[in-house]
């Protein structure tokens, strides 16, 4: 399977055939990228590879009104496909890459709209303190046991199974800022630097890094920080604030059981009773819609075989509404 452009997409890009060129070209690069490198730290996570990027893409198209489309420039569509390739794309990050984040400087550099980023390992270093005063709950959350795990050296060229699920959750933590830096700074790669994105567009492959980053953060909380000389409405012909609400709600859409095919979850073997609950809850989803005749309302339709699923759906569900506010 291949990334595909959808035609309202398309249609929109025909306006700039030199941005047109270059968003396919970035949907190529980064199907190659997460199809090759699989998600290393998130052997039990739902779906966060090609198909889910792929049906963002088509959420974000079915959502935005004709009305809308007739407004869109190409530098929006340029910026909506690289922030919805880019926003969970850290979760394909390899272990070489990682310690090349932690420990390359580069990567500590300011990203927009975000200018006060702590320093790669100073996040590492408290990340690694807060594993050291887990208690025996916190490694039932990861192992469903108590099984206290020791981090591995930055640098260290073997990683076992069990440090690797607790380093996701570093990743987890940090996957949308990850998501800007790789915007602006390229993919962390064993003792290097992979540019992904063409720096003849840095401004707008930037812009592109605050929206993906952006869709883990309540709408008003990061559209403030960009609220200077109105920049949140309209910003390099890109209509900023309307994409990141787009994004987020088309991502919040794929809260169903197609991300948890049924016959994978009966053999996948879980120890981590987080990622069991969250196959449940995906699994019970009969439908994410917008179909309802009050056009602002995300109607999610489940089957919920036990109360523990449907409190932690009513909770997800109550978490959307206060992001997308």
């Not at 909506?80 to 990682?98: E, F, P, Q």
């Not at 707008?204 to 980053?213: I, K, M, P, S």
């Amino acid at each position: 399977m291949k990334l595909k452009l959808p035609i309202k997409f398309e249609k929109v890009l025909e306006q700039d055939t030199k941005l047109r060129a270059e968003t396919l070209r970035l949907v190529s690069e980064f199907f190659d990228w997460m199809y090759e490198n699989k998600t290393e730290f998130f052997p039990e996570y739902t779906d966060h590879g090609v198909l889910h990027v792929q049906s963002v893409l088509d959420t974000a198209e079915e959502i935005i009104l004709d009305e809308s489309f007739k407004i869109l420039s190409p530098e929006d569509i340029y910026v909506l496909v690289s922030a919805v390739l880019l926003h969970d794309c850290a979760m394909h990050i390899s272990k070489n890459g990682l310690w090349e984040l932690i420990s390359n400087n580069r990567f500590n550099g300011v990203l927009f709209g975000f200018s006060s980023d702590e320093e790669w390992l100073h996040r590492w270093n408290n990340f690694s303190s807060d594993v050291n005063r887990f208690e025996e709950s916190d490694w039932y959350k990861f192992f469903g046991e108590y099984q206290p795990v020791t981090l591995p050296n930055i640098g260290d060229s073997s990683i076992s199974d069990d440090q690797k699920i607790v380093i996701g959750d570093f990743v987890r933590r940090y996957h949308a800022c990850i998501a800007q830096v790789i915007s602006t700074y390229g993919i962390p790669v064993d003792k290097g630097v992979h540019e992904v994105f063409n720096s003849e567009f840095n401004p707008l492959n930037q812009l592109a890094g605050f929206v993906a980053r952006s869709h883990n953060y309540g709408l008003r909380q990061v559209k403030d920080k960009i609220s200077h000389n109105n920049r949140d409405r309209m910003y390099l012909n890109v209509h900023v604030s309307f994409l990141m609400g787009v994004i987020r709600i088309a991502d919040y859409m794929q809260f169903t059981s197609k991300r948890t095919p049924k016959k994978l979850f009966e053999n996948k073997g879980f120890c981590s009773p987080i990622s069991i609950a969250e196959w449940e809850k995906h699994l019970s989803i009969i439908s994410t819609n917008d179909a309802d005749p009050d056009q602002e309302l995300l109607f999610v339709e489940a089957t919920p075989d036990d109360a523990k699923t449907l409190v932690g759906i009513n909770f997800f569900t109550r978490w959307i509404s206060e992001r997308a506010g």
